[in-house]
């Protein structure tokens, strides 16, 4: 099927690591994204990667992509208050289509 | 400046009227998207135009009919509206659909409500 799966809710400490997970199912997919969802507000894209690279560092972000088992993680280390977000993985597929995500609700508690 | 624009934010309305959501981007951007976002925040992309042309189109029902003026703006007409078309519509654009890391740029979103 279509479905890219993510754990629906996270709540993690102000100063801990976060760490969200997705599963995809398409091995042909280019590029695997990530894009935050603040209440009220469209979607804005983290960061992405390319389906033939297994990390990549952003500042306080940390993709991991494990291509054999199709899964697609996002860490933030020292989580604040203001990266409380629904957090969408997304992929790419040959049809040039996005797929999204379930979605993850962060919530970050001081 | 707004990069996606959207207009309405809020659309509230009765059964069986049709009404119309407008996009534009001053991004000069090739590409534009509609997506829907149901209840439980689940996204799926509706329509892609590039350049004025239909690339995608999902299993849409016909009652949703976009129109692209011209490549900056792409309108959503919805006819005969139903309770389950309430959700937030979401426009979105890119420079070139078919680049892979092309990063979309995502409208506020409209909320349309049917009562």
């Given at each position: 099927?279509?479905d890219?799966?993510?754990s629906?809710?996270?709540s993690?400490?102000?100063?801990?690591?976060?760490v969200?997970?997705?599963?995809?199912?398409?091995?042909?997919?280019t590029?695997?994204?990530?894009?935050?969802?603040?209440?009220?507000?469209g979607?804005?894209?983290?960061?992405?990667?390319?389906s033939?690279?297994?990390?990549?560092?952003?500042q306080?972000?940390t993709?991991?992509?494990n291509?054999?088992?199709?899964?697609?993680?996002?860490?933030?280390?020292?989580?604040?208050?203001?990266d409380?977000?629904?957090?969408?993985c997304?992929?790419?597929?040959t049809?040039d289509?996005?797929?999204f995500?379930?979605?993850?609700?962060?919530?970050?508690?001081p | 400046?707004?990069?996606v624009s959207?207009?309405?934010?809020?659309?509230?309305?009765?059964?069986?009227?049709?009404?119309?959501?407008?996009?534009?981007?001053?991004?000069?951007?090739d590409?534009?998207?509609?997506?829907?976002?149901?209840?439980?925040?689940?996204?799926?992309?509706m329509?892609?135009?590039?350049?004025?042309?239909?690339?995608?189109?999902?299993?849409?029902?016909n009652?949703?009919s976009?129109k692209?003026?011209?490549?900056?703006?792409?309108?959503?007409?919805?006819?005969?509206?139903?309770?389950?078309?309430?959700?937030?519509?979401?426009?979105?654009?890119?420079?070139d659909?078919?680049?892979?890391?092309?990063?979309?740029?995502?409208?506020?979103?409209?909320r349309?409500?049917?009562?």
């Amino acid at each position: 099927g279509e479905d890219v799966e993510q754990s629906l809710f996270l709540s993690v400490r102000e100063g801990d690591s976060s760490v969200i997970n997705c599963t995809y199912t398409d091995s042909s997919s280019t590029y695997l994204y990530w894009y935050k969802q603040e209440p009220g507000a469209g979607l804005q894209l983290l960061t992405y990667i390319f389906s033939n690279m297994d990390m990549k560092q952003d500042q306080r972000l940390t993709v991991l992509l494990n291509k054999k088992d199709k899964h697609l993680s996002l860490r933030i280390a020292d989580t604040q208050t203001g990266d409380s977000a629904i957090y969408f993985c997304a992929e790419k597929r040959t049809t040039d289509k996005l797929i999204f995500g379930t979605g993850t609700r962060l919530q970050v508690f001081p | 400046d707004t990069a996606v624009s959207q207009t309405p934010k809020y659309l509230v309305t009765q059964m069986g009227n049709d009404k119309s959501i407008k996009c534009e981007q001053n991004l000069g951007h090739d590409t534009m998207y509609w997506y829907k976002q149901d209840s439980k925040k689940f996204l799926k992309i509706m329509f892609s135009y590039n350049n004025k042309e239909l690339i995608i189109n999902e299993t849409v029902p016909n009652r949703f009919s976009p129109k692209s003026p011209d490549k900056a703006h792409l309108n959503l007409h919805i006819n005969s509206l139903e309770l389950g078309d309430s959700a937030v519509y979401f426009c979105a654009s890119s420079q070139d659909g078919a680049s892979g890391s092309d990063e979309q740029f995502f409208g506020p979103g409209t909320r349309l409500t049917v009562l």
